[in-house]
Nanobody, 123 residues
Framework: QGELVDSGGGLVHPGDSLTLSCTAS????????IAWFRRAPGTEQEFVGT????????RYADSVKGRFTIRRDNTENTVYLQMNSLKPEDTAVYYC????????????????WGQGTQVTVSS
């Protein structure tokens, strides 16, 4: 089974933008739906967004809708999470996850996970 590597996290100010990357090795993301989840300290893991294998279907949590966009480049075997207008409440460790075919908002349906990347939004 292949693996996912999350990257791109960092410390930014409120209102800034940041793009996270999820790069696969040992598996062809062409066949996989991808989702992003996040976990803030002391909280449950939260669904952020998901995109189908071809990018044709996407869903986002209400808390990020209109600010976050998932874009995939299957030629690079990479999926991106573009985050705009960041808020302090977006501070969390962000994880990408992959599952074959259909999209889902449920973390337990995703068998393959990245290691996570920390995003901190603070003034």
């Amino acid at each position: 089974q292949g693996e996912l590597v999350d990257s791109g996290g960092g410390l930014v100010h409120p209102g800034d933008s940041l793009t996270l990357s999820c790069t696969a090795s040992g598996l062809d993301l062409t066949y996989y739906a991808i989702a992003w989840f996040r976990r803030a300290p002391g909280t449950e893991q939260e669904f952020v967004g998901t995109v189908s294998w071809n990018g044709g279907v996407s869903r986002y949590a209400d808390s990020v809708k209109g600010r976050f966009t998932i874009r995939r480049d299957n030629t690079e075997n990479t999926v991106y999470l573009q985050m705009n207008s960041l808020k302090p409440e977006d501070t969390a460790v962000y994880y990408c996850a992959a599952k074959l075919t259909t999209v889902s908002i449920y973390s337990h349906e995703f068998p393959i996970w990245g290691q996570g990347t920390q995003v901190t939004v603070s003034s």
